[in-house]
T-cell receptor, first 108, second 115 residues
Framework: RKEVEQDPGPFNVPEGATVAFNCTYSNSASQSFFWYRQDCRKEPKLLMSVYSSGNEDGRFTAQLNRASQYISLLIRDSKLSDSATYLCVVNRASKIIFGSGTRLSIRP | DAGVIQSPRHEVTEMGQEVTLRCKPISGHDYLFWYRQTMMRGLELLIYFNNNVPIDDSGMPEDRFSAKMPNASFSTLKIQPSEPRDSAVYFC?????????????FGPGTRLTVL
C-alpha cells in the first residue's frame, strides 16, 4: 500500500459545481501537508498549505483530519481554469511524499 | 525574477550513454530538490540538498544515479549508464529555509527519453 494515496479520477464536473477530493496517508507521524496543482505538461505549483484548523483561500478550502489520516480539498464554483491535476504532499521528518494526483476536468 | 532554471528541456539519448541534467535554483534558496515523474510512479523525490549538502538521497534509484551541488547556484543530476526505464520528466525545485515545510518552486523540467 502506498504511504500517500489519491483517487486518480478523472473527476469531470460542470462549470460552477462544487467538487471535493481526499488524500489519505498511512503514517501518523506525518507533520505537514500541502496541495499542489499541475497543469498538463507543466511543473507543479503550490496551491495551498493545509493547516490543522483548516484553511480557505477564495474558492478553495483545505482540511486536515489527523484522526482519520486524510486531507481534503474543496473547490467551490469551479471554473474552466481549475482543470488540472491536484497533488497532495505529505511531509514526515525529512521525507517528502507526493500523491499520484487527482485529475479534474471542468466542462462548460 | 528568474525562477528555477533547468537544462536541457528535452534530451533524447541511447541506452548506455551518460546523461547530465542541470539546475539553477532561485537565488537565496537554501534547499534544492530533484524529482522524477512518470505515469506509472508519479512524482518521486530522488535527493535533496540543504546549503549544498545532500540531506536525503534515499530516493536515488541505484548507483547509476548521482547528484552534486558544487555551489549554491548550480546542481547536476547524472545518469551513467542510462537505461530506457530512466525515461521520465526530471524536475528540480528549490525552497527557502525550512525546506520541505516551505513552498517548493519547480523548474520546467527536463523530458528525458532513453532509446
Amino acid at each position: 500500500r502506498k504511504e500517500v494515496e489519491q483517487d486518480p479520477g478523472p473527476f469531470n464536473v460542470p462549470e460552477g459545481a462544487t467538487v471535493a477530493f481526499n488524500c489519505t496517508y498511512s503514517n501518523s507521524a506525518s507533520q505537514s501537508f500541502f496541495w499542489y496543482r499541475q497543469d498538463c505538461r507543466k511543473e507543479p505549483k503550490l496551491l495551498m498549505s493545509v493547516y490543522s484548523s483548516g484553511n480557505e483561500d477564495g474558492r478553495f478550502t483545505a482540511q486536515l483530519n489527523r484522526a482519520s489520516q486524510y486531507i481534503s480539498l474543496l473547490i467551490r464554483d469551479s471554473k474552466l481554469s481549475d482543470s488540472a491535476t491536484y497533488l497532495c504532499v505529505v511531509n514526515r521528518a525529512s521525507k517528502i511524499i507526493f500523491g499520484s494526483g487527482t485529475r479534474l476536468s471542468i466542462r462548460p | 525574477d528568474a525562477g528555477v532554471i533547468q537544462s536541457p528541456r528535452h534530451e533524447v539519448t541511447e541506452m548506455g550513454q551518460e546523461v547530465t541534467l542541470r539546475c539553477k535554483p532561485i537565488s537565496g534558496h537554501d534547499y534544492l530538490f530533484w524529482y522524477r515523474q512518470t505515469m506509472m510512479r508519479g512524482l518521486e523525490l530522488l535527493i535533496y540538498f540543504n546549503n549544498n549538502v545532500p540531506i536525503d538521497d534515499s530516493g536515488m534509484p541505484e548507483d547509476r544515479f548521482s547528484a552534486k551541488m558544487p555551489n549554491a547556484s548550480f546542481s547536476t543530476l547524472k545518469i551513467q549508464p542510462s537505461e530506457p526505464r530512466d525515461s521520465a520528466v526530471y524536475f528540480c525545485a528549490s525552497s527557502l529555509a525550512g525546506g520541505p515545510d516551505n513552498e517548493q518552486f519547480f523548474g520546467p523540467g527536463t523530458r528525458l527519453t532513453v532509446l
